[in-house]
């Protein structure tokens, strides 16, 4: 049960809470009883933090949903989505899972998202509840299968990111992270597209989301998906685009480990979004 991750109730322990001093406190406190209240009436399938699904075009494709019970959905042929046994952040950039969650295992051989290169992939999130820090979409080749590959040894090149939208600061400005969301019980939409010039074949999708509301302990929030690329284009990222995962985020960069309420960002309004430069074909 994770009614009391969903819902924001103190500044301390938890890894969602909001700071007590900051304007969102009273947003979280009055949205609180309607958020429990939804809670109670669709039971877990509501739990804060997760792309449960992708959409391309119409058509919607399932991910996985770790209140749910595994054996419902490990093997099933319609799951296009790596495993993520729990809503639970990465707190660390050296953890293993940081590539594709917790465990990361597959979905079946044959589970892929089919898209064309150039069209949108829309990411469907349910009750995203965390507001300050960068999303980042990363794409990697995996060859022929992508379940047989080691998600901690691609190469993956970032095509999308989003971070502070506007000022007065990182504490209290907009970021895309609490643009994207929405309080009325519909999902939050994330759509990027895909380079028009890919080369086609099978890629894993990484989307991540990283929230820095607690000082100093960042929060990674992974998840992976197969895609099936169309297209005729034959572009492919050089070696100035890749990254690993664990690898390519530093513990102590100023953009992951950051007190956005230090009075050193009062008046900031540019953050740098981690992990090179993005690559659009
Ligand atoms: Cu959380």
New binding site residues.
């Given amino acids: 049960m994770h009614l009391a ?1 969903d819902i924001p109730t103190n500044a301390l322990g938890s ?2 809470a909001a700071p007590p001093v900051l304007p969102l406190t009273n947003m979280a406190a009055t949205l609180r009883p309607l958020l429990a209240a939804l809670a109670l009436l669709a039971g877990p399938v509501l739990a ?2 997760g792309l449960g699904n992708y959409t391309v075009g119409d058509t919607w494709y399932r991910g996985y949903d770790p209140s749910e019970p595994a054996s419902e959905q490990v093997g099933q042929p319609w799951m296009v989505q790596r495993q993520w046994v729990t ?1 639970d ?1 990465i707190f660390t950039v050296d953890s293993p899972y940081l590539a594709c969650n917790t465990p990361g295992a597959p979905p079946p051989a044959n589970s892929y998202i089919p898209i064309s290169a150039g069209d949108n992939l829309t990411a469907v999130y349910w009750y995203w ?2 507001p300050v820090g960068p999303m980042t979409v990363w794409l990697a080749a995996c060859g022929d299968d992508c379940t047989t590959v080691d998600v901690n040894k691609l190469d993956f090149f970032k095509i999308w990111e989003a971070g502070l939208l506007e000022g007065p600061n990182l504490a209290e400005g907009v970021w895309y992270q609490k643009e994207f969301q929405r309080w009325d019980g519909s999902p939050g939409l994330w759509p990027v597209r895909i380079p028009r010039n890919l080369r086609a074949g099978r890629y894993i999708v990484r989307h991540e989301i990283l ?1 820095i509301h607690i000082e100093d302990k960042p ?1 990674f929030y992974p998840q992976c998906a197969h895609l099936e690329v169309k297209g005729e284009g034959d572009a492919v990222p050089g070696e100035e685009w890749l990254r690993r995962f664990p690898g390519a985020y530093e513990a102590d960069d100023p953009s992951i480990r950051i007190n956005i309420y230090a009075k050193e960002f009062d008046t900031t309004t540019n953050y740098t979004i981690p992990g090179g430069p993005i690559w659009d074909g």
Wanted: net charge neutral; proline share 9%.
């Fill in positions: 991750h890894h969602l804060h933090g809503i952040p509840l965390h929230s929060q």
